[in-house]
């Protein structure tokens, strides 16, 4: 049993606006994956639901003519994993989201639910982060956009007011086209497990595929949101593709990040994974943007 005074059916994004309005303690549910389980732990007991599932405006992928990629914060998990222009144009995001829980979270949880819970572990951030995503959010008094390294404000909270919603995520063509992604999860597990550190690699090479132009590095877990290392990021930025270049940014990405330990893990371990995880994403980006690795 899930305990919950009520909950309203939104049957637009202002209808959804209004009902949000009219309790000030009402609450958001999409997919549920992540509200439904806070409920049940007692930590949003009693509390009074919107939900924004089944609006169509929310859902689907597609893109403008510009090429900006537009994806809406109601697109399931699995949705956005086989979408023929996130396997086209972003595969590093479809990757990270399939790896999110099992088959059953994936078909039911949303990439808006997911940045909008707020945690640093989210499986979508970190590669979102990677490809400078911008967050639409759509309120009473209209429409507004943020990056979303200023979405996330601290560890389980984002720039969200009461009345406001995602309505989308924007990735613009200069932010994806002729770069390779690749993302890495590290959890205990296999499968249906939280990351323990998660790692985005975008990378755009040279037309002779043999110094990096341009790099993006995310991670989530390494500090209380997902995060970008921005000093990593110059330092590689005209640098052939060498073995040591990969050192270098091993050893640079542990000074930007500031994991804690849990009882996933040490402070210790997940610098050696921001270590190990941000060379192993780097080399597989390369090779996923035409480039090759020498070792």
Not at 30 to 40: C, F, H, N
Not at 105 to 123: E, F, K, P, Q
Not at 226 to 248: D, N
Request: with cysteine.
């Amino acid at each position: 049993m899930y305990d919950i005074e009520k909950i309203y059916q939104a049957k637009s994004i202002p209808d959804a606006i209004d009902a949000l309005l009219a309790d000030p303690k009402a609450i958001i549910i999409s997919g549920g994956s992540d509200v439904l389980i806070k409920i049940r732990e007692g930590k949003l007991a009693g509390c009074s639901l919107v939900s924004i599932h089944g609006i169509k405006e929310l859902e689907g992928i597609y893109l403008e003519q510009d090429g900006t990629i537009v994806i809406k914060p109601g697109t399931s998990f699995s949705h956005v994993t086989y979408n023929e222009i996130i396997q086209k144009y972003i595969p590093i995001l479809g990757n990270a989201v399939d790896q999110v829980g099992g088959p059953q979270i994936r078909n039911i949880g949303t990439i808006g639910g997911n940045i909008c819970n707020g945690v640093t572990s989210a499986d979508s951030a970190s590669t979102l982060f990677a490809l400078n995503a911008v967050v639409e959010i759509t309120g009473k008094a209209g429409k507004r956009t943020l990056p979303i390294a200023d979405f996330y404000k601290s560890a389980g909270k984002v720039n969200l007011e009461h009345g406001e919603l995602v309505t989308a995520i924007y990735i613009s063509k200069d932010n994806y086209e002729g770069f390779g992604g690749h993302y890495i999860k590290y959890a205990q597990r296999n499968a249906m497990d939280i990351a323990t550190l998660g790692c985005a690699v975008n990378v755009k090479l040279s037309s002779d595929k043999t110094t990096i132009e341009d790099m993006r590095l995310a991670f989530g877990v390494a500090g209380p949101v997902p995060m970008r290392c921005h000093e990593t990021e110059k330092l590689v930025k005209g640098q052939k593709i060498t073995p040591e270049l990969f050192e270098q940014v091993g050893k640079t990405a542990i000074t930007e990040v500031n994991p804690r330990t849990s009882w996933r893990a040490s402070k210790e371990f997940r610098l050696q994974l921001v270590e190990e995880l941000s060379k192993r994403a780097l080399k597989q980006a390369i090779v996923f943007a035409g480039g090759a690795i020498y070792e």
